[in-house]
């Protein structure tokens, strides 16, 4: 829950489980510039954001890998 008494809370008792990740510094200013606009914390904005992308598509989008992955070499056995 968010300590800023500004900022949209959970209902009281709400289960929530724990979700991190590293992001660039520039993803993270942007959700939180976003969540700042939205009058709510960051952890509620992307817990929105999920719910939204849900709901439009029926599942989360599936993104393409950070980068390509090497193609194995074959390499004979010794």
Known sequence: MSAMKSRARRTDGAPTVLLQGRVS?????????????SGVSIAYYLEGLIGQLVEEQGQLPVIPPPRLQREMLPIPAA
């Open 25 to 37: 510094p520039e993803a993270r200013a942007e959700v939180q510039e976003a969540a700042e606009r």
